[in-house]
T-cell receptor
């Protein structure tokens, strides 16, 4: 069964550094999402992406964040200048056009900002 | 604004006992409600959604608009049901999910 994959599984970075989290959505899916989960808290929506542009974003997704689909398979989340409070689990998800409500999640990337 | 509340952070039941994981929501429109499950060291996966009105792995959930609830139930819990369960809401506009804080279910053998 096809799955969403994410790399790396764990990223450690220094405060102020840029990080790029990578995701490979399921190949025939057209909607892509990023969520984050700070330890002990709820999963929070960051952004959704469709047709090469952001379709929705939350208040969390400020100018420090950006997303890109650099090629036909990858979907990336960039944090320009990481802060301590960016430490969280970041989940990528994708859904097919015909069933936009069924989102398939990746295993997550644990980001630790020191 | 929309909100999903899962009042129990931890829930333990004995194998074979009934289990109910509570979920309440607030949203002024017509929401779609979902339950996602995360087994140990695995990814979040969809368990069921209210529009399907289906039973998955013996679990059912009924949307009660009067009580704004979407509780997840199973009549006889199994050890393999031990996992983290998240209730999620999708508004009738947009695709983003709003998740509750999750309930960790432990089924005691």
């Amino acid at each position: 069964e096809p799955e969403v994959t994410q790399t790396p599984s764990h990223q450690v970075t220094q405060m102020g550094q840029e990080v790029i989290l990578r995701c490979v959505p399921i190949s025939n899916h057209l909607y892509f999402y990023w969520y984050r989960q700070i330890l002990g808290q709820k999963v929070e929506f960051l952004v959704s992406f469709y047709n090469n542009e952001i379709s929705e974003k939350s208040e969390i997704f400020d100018d420090q964040f950006s997303v890109e689909r650099p090629d036909g398979s990858n979907f990336t989340l960039k944090i320009r200048s990481t802060k301590l409070e960016d430490s969280a689990m970041y989940f990528c998800a994708s859904s097919a056009y015909t069933s936009v409500d069924t989102q398939y999640f990746g295993p997550g990337t644990r980001l630790t900002v020191l | 604004a929309q909100r999903v509340t899962q009042p129990e952070k931890l829930l333990s039941v004995f194998k074979g006992a009934p289990v109910e994981l509570k979920c309440n929501y607030s949203y002024s429109g017509s929401p779609e409600l979902f339950w996602y499950v995360q087994y140990s060291r695995q990814r979040l996966q969809l368990l069921l959604r209210h529009i399907s009105r289906e039973s998955i792995k013996g679990f059912t959930a009924d949307l009660n608009k009067g009580e704004t609830s979407f509780h997840l139930k199973k009549p006889f819990a199994q050890e393999e049901d031990s996992a983290m369960y998240y209730c999620a809401l999708r508004r009738n506009t947009g695709n983003q999910f709003y998740f509750g804080t999750g309930t960790s279910l432990t089924v005691i053998p």
